[in-house]
């Protein structure tokens, strides 16, 4: 049954089949990069567009169609007699493979957004590409422990919500510098389902304090201190980037609403290698996280415990402690750069 049009024999067509195994071996081996999702989705709509070409043919091929009864469809005995039917054979096999390929591009996308393992990943896509169903129904049961990061929409509506219970309490106050510390209670962490609260693991992964100068010297990761620039001020290392996820102002936290693009402009390749760091890493790490996940980043860890942790086992130097200072009319800590005469760091 040769499509219309086209000079190919039946057995090469079945052979056309196999064009969608390239993107079964990018959702086993790197769900994570950016092109897989696209390359996964094309090759579904190809054999989508296949099987349509097929029916087609097949509705048009004369004396085999006509024996083709629309409730043989409803009947183990009607369907045996069309899967018997050469026309009707490789149409249904196209069906398969297609949808078996979306369920998998489905499978890897809400794998990498529960931030489940890729050696758990992997057994469930082989399931499915062979056996359908059956791989579906064992990635749903592997799936449940494993909780997905907050969407754009909820992150936002909780992070207002909460900035706006906190405002009445938290304050700017320029006697006390430390009462600048801890101030963003961000959203996290707590999924509210009636009278009971649990927090959400972090879309990325944790590293410790003792890895994070090998990280920045070896692996060339970039530490960025997410604090208010005060913060900054106060105690970083001078090697430590800062961009500000939230700010403290006279009316309470304030979030800030830059701070997506930003962390784009600085970090043009999804692929840059980046530490988030708060003071506890907790918070604001884990509000810096849920924005950074829905930007496609795939190299993006969170300092545990953040800097203070840090700075217990590397303290600060006196070059460290030197001041900083900002540009003029720069008072948002937006921009800014060090005094050490090496170059201007902007945000």
């Given at each position: 049954m040769?499509?219309?049009?086209?000079?190919?024999?039946?057995?090469?067509?079945?052979?056309?089949?196999?064009?969608?195994?390239?993107?079964?071996?990018?959702?086993?081996?790197?769900?994570?990069?950016?092109?897989?999702?696209?390359?996964?989705?094309?090759?579904?709509?190809?054999?989508?567009?296949?099987?349509a070409a097929l029916l087609v043919t097949s509705m048009?091929?004369?004396?085999?169609?006509?024996?083709?009864?629309?409730?043989?469809?409803?009947?183990?005995?009607?369907?045996?007699?069309?899967?018997?039917?050469?026309?009707?054979?490789?149409?249904?096999?196209?069906?398969?493979a297609a949808f078996d390929l979306w369920v998998g591009r489905w499978m890897a996308a809400d794998a990498v957004g529960r931030g489940m393992p890729q050696l758990l990943l992997i057994p469930c896509l082989a399931c499915t590409l062979f056996f359908g169903p059956g791989g579906f129904l064992i990635y749903w049961a592997v799936r449940l422990p494993f909780k997905k990061a907050n969407g754009k929409k909820k992150s936002f509506h909780t992070l207002v919500k909460m900035l706006a219970q906190r405002a009445s309490t938290l304050r700017v106050s320029a006697q006390r510098p430390a009462s600048l510390r801890r101030p963003i209670r961000a959203p996290r962490l707590v999924v509210r389902a009636g009278a009971a609260e649990e927090e959400e693991p972090l879309p990325f992964p944790l590293c410790k304090p003792t890895e994070v100068k090998k990280l920045y010297q070896d692996k060339g990761y970039v530490v960025l201190d997410i604090r208010t620039p005060e913060e900054n001020d106060e105690a970083s290392k001078k090697w430590f980037v800062n961009l500000p996820v939230a700010f403290e102002t006279e009316k309470g936290p304030k979030f800030n609403g830059k701070f997506r693009a930003q962390f784009q402009a600085k970090f043009a390749n999804k692929m840059s290698r980046v530490i988030l760091a708060c003071d506890d890493g907790n918070d604001?790490?884990?509000?810096?996280?849920?924005?950074?996940?829905?930007?496609?980043?795939?190299?993006?860890?969170?300092?545990?415990?953040?800097?203070?942790?840090?700075?217990?086992?590397?303290?600060?130097?006196?070059?460290?402690?030197?001041?900083k200072w900002r540009l003029t009319g720069q008072t948002s800590g937006v921009r800014y750069a060090y005094n050490d005469g090496d170059e201007d760091d902007s945000a």
């Open positions: 040769p499509i219309y049009g086209l000079p190919f024999s039946d057995e090469q067509l079945f052979n056309g089949i196999n064009l969608i195994l390239p993107a079964w071996v990018l959702l086993l081996v790197a769900p994570r990069w950016k092109y897989t999702a696209t390359i996964s989705a094309a090759s579904a709509l190809l054999m989508s567009a296949f099987y048009l091929s004369g004396p085999e169609t006509a024996k083709i009864n629309i409730k043989d469809m409803f009947s183990l005995q009607g369907v045996s007699r069309l899967m018997a039917t050469p026309s009707i054979v490789l149409p249904c096999w196209v069906h398969y604001r790490t884990g509000l810096a996280a849920s924005v950074i996940s829905e930007l496609g980043y795939t190299s993006i860890l969170c300092l545990e415990g953040g800097i203070d942790a840090y700075l217990k086992v590397d303290p600060l130097t006196a070059q460290d402690k030197k001041p």
